[in-house]
């Protein structure tokens, strides 16, 4: 049997800047030259100020859990073992990410719960983030 292959982002422009960092084990996010606001996900100008004028920074790596769901039944045939927890992170920059759970019990996972990025490997040309308990957020 094949398996079958994971659904992937599209790696063009910004995406593909934010993804080659995440290669390198390195987390870094925008942050607006003008107003010093950062930013995720990756765009070309500040929400804030409207500035076309940022800079890529690198990240803390930690934060603390803002919200996740849980994940009960296959939707996509890559994404086999279920359940799973998909997490929204409140990193210490201020911006919020989605990553999956790594090294904790389903049932440990609790609100404002400290967490640190950690890097996954897929293939060659894609990285992607998970966190894991840890760090002092």
């Not at 990285?127 to 957020?137: I, M």
Request: glycine share 8%.
């Amino acid at each position: 049997m094949t398996a079958v292959p994971r659904p992937a982002p599209v790696l063009e422009g910004l995406t593909s800047e934010f993804y080659g960092f995440l290669g390198r084990e390195e987390l870094r996010f925008q942050r607006c030259a003008s107003c010093r606001e950062w930013r995720h996900p990756p765009r070309a100008r500040c929400r804030s100020c409207g500035s076309e004028d940022w800079t890529w920074e690198r990240s803390s790596g930690r934060g603390v859990v803002f919200s996740w769901t849980t994940v009960h039944q296959v939707v996509h045939p890559a994404f086999g073992e279920v359940p799973y927890a998909v997490l929204v992170v409140e990193m210490d920059e201020g911006v919020r990410m989605i990553g999956g759970l790594a090294d904790l019990e389903l049932a440990e996972l609790r609100l404002d719960l400290p967490v640190v990025a950690t890097f996954e490997p897929v293939d060659e040309s894609l990285t992607l983030v998970r966190f894991r308990p840890g760090g002092d957020a």
